[in-house]
């Protein structure tokens, strides 16, 4: 079955840890998203990339790097330098141009 | 600045009352306005894309409709498995970012 599948579902870290929130496509689509969603609040934009080897900040950018060497795969690193890390962690895809995205399933990051 | 602002933040209903969620929005360039579902704990589900004023969707209970400035999302005699919080996004033509409001919490009552 075609879809984005985000891993792990629920991470915890130590402060001052550097991890890597996995997201990973089959729907052969162009562009990728992350989003922060805290609690009661709406979807806050990372980082987004609409080709390969490319990407661009979002609204909340600092502290927090990606990658997109493949195009199924735009891995995001939730850096030390992010002072309030914990948090629901969205990974979206879409084909380029007018057309919605899809999301994956979320992973919950709770850094103590 | 692009914006997205979504009232209410919150709405009971019993069910078979109809409402309306509604979503304003500021962008240069809309590209197109989507609108979403999702549950607690789960990742967003799409329902809709809107792309001119004049348009309109339907999906269920649910409809969608745009003008230049807002987007509403109606929804008719609803049932306690539609409440959710909905959420209203909208991608500007100039760089493709989708942004997202906060959300309408709905709790449908039986």
């Known amino acids: 079955d075609g879809g984005i599948t985000q891993s792990p579902k629920y991470l915890f870290r130590k402060e001052g840890q550097n991890v890597t929130l996995s997201c990973e496509q089959n729907?052969?689509?162009?562009?990728m998203y992350w989003y922060r969603q805290d609690p009661g609040q709406g979807l806050r934009l990372i980082y987004y990339?609409?080709?390969?080897?490319?990407?661009q900040k979002g609204d909340i950018a600092e502290g927090y790097s990606v990658s997109r060497e493949k195009k199924e795969s735009f891995p995001l690193t939730v850096t030390s330098a992010q002072k309030n890390p914990t948090a629901f962690y969205l990974c979206?895809?879409?084909?380029?141009?007018?057309?919605?995205?899809?999301f994956g399933q979320g992973t919950r990051l709770t850094v103590v | 600045e692009d914006q997205v602002t979504q009232s209410p933040e919150a709405l009971r209903l019993q069910e078979g009352e109809s409402s309306s969620l509604n979503c304003s929005y500021t962008?240069?360039?809309?590209?197109?306005l989507f609108w979403y579902r999702q549950d607690p704990g789960k990742g967003p589900e799409f329902l809709f894309t809107?792309?001119?004023a004049g348009e309109e969707k339907e999906k269920e209970r649910l409809k969608a409709t745009l003008t230049k400035k807002e987007s509403f999302l109606h929804i008719t005699a609803p049932k306690p498995e539609d409440s959710a919080t909905y959420l209203c996004?909208?991608?500007?033509?100039?760089?493709?970012?989708?942004?997202f409001g906060k959300g309408t919490r709905l709790h449908i009552l039986p």
């Open positions: 979206a895809s879409s084909i380029m141009g007018n057309t919605e995205a899809f």
């Open positions: 729907l052969n689509h162009d562009a």
């Open positions: 990339s609409q080709i390969v080897n490319d990407f």
């Open positions: 962008v240069s360039g809309l590209r197109g």
């Open positions: 809107l792309y001119s």
């Open positions: 996004a909208v991608q500007a033509r100039r760089d493709d970012k989708i942004i």
